[in-house]
């Protein structure tokens, strides 16, 4: 039988998803932890491979197995062998044509930067931190550059394996709650880095050191050399992922952290 799982994950002190011989990460201890509970190896699929130091409210993963389990032995069962930094929060029997990644219509992120002049203790590697004053009105004019079908190249790391870089973005906007600023953006997939590159150019626009309409014309280049500095992983968050109804997936609890 083919199960999914819903799970969420503070990913500060992992080397990102992907299992990688001799490093820490969310992977292999998924892997693990369903090891146990199968006895018996597990591989997984993942909706999408989050880099190092990159969270997930709402990661969502697949594996076959022919161990008879309970969705409840599953969740339970794992959380019992996993880090407190991981937790399963669902499980449930999907059908075959249920694929982690290839099913999903869309995926959200959502990146989170601390705005005061002194650095947080509480929000240390849960947000990125910009001291200068951000301007959200000029945060959301460059945003509207991205909304739509693009080639979005100058926002791809250089090691990224897309084989090509245009992507749909449905939505892309920023919200302000108190000192934090959130940054989410949607589309049906995304390149590795990205939506750190587009938060790197927005915090430059929202200093003021950069116009609005910068964002557009970095579009354009379709070089990464000329699209500005990658921002750090310690804001983002893999937030959502969107399927068709029919395999009736759950809705994350909670879609946004601000």
């Known amino acids: 039988m083919r199960i999914a799982l819903g799970i969420e994950y503070d990913g500060s002190t992992f080397k990102g998803w992907q299992s990688q011989r001799g490093q820490k990460t969310v992977q292999s201890a998924i892997e693990t932890a369903l090891g146990i509970v199968a006895n018996e190896p597990i591989i997984t699929t993942c909706a999408g491979r989050t880099d190092s130091g990159v969270h997930a409210l709402f990661q969502v993963i697949h594996f076959d197995t022919e161990i008879d389990r309970a969705p409840r032995s599953w969740t339970h069962g794992c959380n019992a062998n ?53 301007n959200i009105k000029s945060m959301n004019e460059a945003c509207s550059h991205w909304l739509g079908r693009h ?13 090509n870089a245009v992507r749909r973005v449905s939505c892309c906007e920023v919200k302000k709650q108190s ?8 589309a049906n997939a995304f390149l590795q880095h990205m939506v750190r590159n587009l938060a790197g150019v927005l915090m430059e626009i929202g200093s003021g050191r950069r116009d609005p309409s910068w964002a557009g014309e970095v ?8 699209g500005g500095v990658t921002a750090l992983p310690d804001g983002l968050y893999l937030s959502d992922v969107h399927y068709p109804e029919e395999f009736e997936i759950p809705a994350p609890s909670y879609r946004e952290l601000v």
């Open 82 to 134: 996993l880090p407190d930094s991981i937790s399963v929060i669902w499980a449930k029997i999907v059908p075959e044509s249920f694929h982690a990644r290839f099913s999903a219509i869309e995926r959200t992120y959502n990146y989170l930067i601390y705005n005061r002049p002194i650095r947080s203790a509480v929000w240390n590697k849960k947000a990125t931190w910009d001291y200068r004053p951000l």
């Open 151 to 163: 080639d979005f190249s100058t926002f791809q790391a250089k090691g990224c394996q897309a084989k």
């Open 179 to 186: 000192e934090i600023l959130l940054f989410k953006v949607t």
């Open 219 to 226: 579009l354009s280049y379709k070089d990464r050399s000329q």
